[in-house]
């Protein structure tokens, strides 16, 4: 995943962008970098690797020698960035979030006109790169954003900083946001809504599907209209956002107790006490405990002082190991009692089963488990929200295999997708045994999708149904 912030000001802009990126950490883990703009000194970037340190302790210095009235910058789990760049269009930076499907295709094409040669990273193009070549294949920014968002195959959403402006892209189908905020002697733009409130900025407003605006320092311009259509990710309420962020004016914490209260609704069982996965499934939690009248209670701390987040290193091993050793019993809350418990999701299904027998090795007496989303039946093509390789690392593909002697068809996986089918049926208690629950009871996709109170045909579900 990833986020990014933008800001122009009146004078130097370098704090407010310094803080705004910083409130992005929750989404990235690996790569961070900023890029400013002055008028008498002109561009200045710098790119620092997060994985073992936080982005304020990394960019300390730069917050301090930096200085400029535009800038950009941005939290990645992936590729570098933002980067300069110098093209027909002048110098600019770029940073950009989203999935390229098509890169392969785009990079020989690019190269088969003999316009462009790209530096490789680990055996893979740049798909930050990548997007500011397709733009200078046009005559203007306008136009190359535009090319650029139709040509991807996935999302793209993008900040190209230029001495003129900033220029702000949302992806075309609005799969993942992009807000402004404004204040008197400036504007910002930024992935999440809450990242500006405290620099002194109020809302300004959301742009649309497809929407391009420019913006210094004394006004914003629409340079594209917003489009008709929308898929934006609903895996942004339930996981990806923080607690006090909002998307299309629907408030993250309010959708994950409207999660949790409709997951109560259907529920049959009478546990002693609920509980949250920390930190996403907290929300969910006291949603569900609210509806149903069962205690809210923590029966394991995450200790995050100094533990990195869960899925920071390569190796699923690691991850493993320092997500389970992130949690610490409190014993009281545990022995002897029935417990339930709300993850956001089941994606391998590995790091629950630790957190299942962690509970039972403390003395549980049962362990319910009522994940905040659908079975994940496909792998997301819109978002790099997992570094799954294969469809089969989900545990949802490996239990339709098992059940059904051979990799599934379309038609099949559509069958388990139902949750008033026999199939979907016996996935799901293929898995609960699979993983030592007491009892597994997904959130259905109606119910999820009336949590989030949008127009259900404006979300994306394709990782739950495969509808695109």
């Known amino acids: 995943m990833g986020g990014f912030f933008g800001a122009a000001s009146q004078t130097d802009c370098v704090f407010d962008l310094f803080f705004g990126i910083d409130y992005h950490s929750h989404l990235g883990t690996r790569r961070a970098g900023m890029a400013v ?17 936080p982005f304020r302790t990394k960019f300390t210095t730069e917050s301090q020698s930096m200085h400029g009235t535009l800038g950009i910058g941005c939290i990645s789990d992936y590729e570098a960035q933002p980067i300069l760049v110098r ?89 993942t946001p992009v807000v402004l905020g404004q204040k ?27 929407e391009v605006v420019v913006f210094d320092a004394d006004h914003v311009q629409t340079l594209v209209a917003p489009g008709k259509k929308m898929k934006i990710c609903t895996f942004l309420w339930v996981y990806y956002g923080y607690p006090s962020s909002s998307y299309e004016g629907i408030s993250v914490e309010s959708m994950r107790y409207n999660c949790g209260r409709a997951l109560a609704r259907r529920d049959n069982v009478h546990p002693d006490i609920v509980a949250g996965v920390p930190d996403s499934g907290i929300a969910h939690a006291i949603g569900y405990a609210n509806e149903s009248g069962v205690p809210f209670s923590r029966p394991f701390i995450k200790y995050t002082p100094t533990w990195p987040r869960s899925f920071m290193p390569t190796h699923q091993s690691k991850r493993d190991l320092i997500a389970k050793m992130k949690l610490i019993p409190v014993h009281d809350l545990i022995e002897g009692k029935s417990l339930l418990l709300i993850d956001d999701s089941i994606v391998r299904g590995t790091q629950l089963r630790e957190t299942t027998e962690f509970l039972y090795a403390s003395g549980a007496k049962e362990v319910h488990i009522r994940p905040a989303c659908p079975p994940l039946l496909f792998g997301c093509k819109y978002l790099n929200f997992s570094r799954s390789t294969s469809e089969m690392e989900l545990i949802t593909r490996r239990v339709i295999k098992e059940l ?21 049926r016996k996935m799901v208690e293929k898995i609960g045994e699979k993983l030592h629950f007491t009892t597994l009871h997904y959130h259905r996709l109606d119910d999820m999708m009336e949590s989030v109170g949008i127009d259900a045909d404006c979300l994306c579900t394709y990782c739950w149904n495969g509808k695109e």
């Open 404 to 424: 059904e002697g051979c990799d599934p068809d379309r038609a099949t996986l559509e069958e388990y997708a139902d949750p008033d089918s026999e199939k979907y």
């Open 37 to 53: 703009y002055s008028p008498e000194t002109g561009f200045d970037k710098a790119i620092h690797n997060i994985e073992n340190a």
């Open 87 to 175: 093209s027909h269009h002048g110098t600019f930076a770029i940073t950009t979030i989203g999935k390229i499907n098509n890169a392969n295709e785009i990079v020989e094409d690019i190269i088969g006109r003999g316009t462009h040669f790209f530096e490789m990273q680990n055996g893979e193009v740049n798909p930050t790169e990548l997007v500011a070549a397709i733009i200078d294949q046009k005559e203007n920014f306008i136009d190359g954003i535009r090319y650029a968002q139709e040509v991807v195959d996935g999302s793209l959403s993008m900040l190209v900083l230029t001495p003129r402006g900033i220029y702000a892209a949302r992806d075309k189908l609005g799969r």
């Open 184 to 210: 008197e002697d400036g504007y910002c733009a930024s992935f999440e809504s809450f990242a500006y409130l405290n620099l002194g900025y109020h809302d300004l407003r959301e742009l649309g599907p497809g």
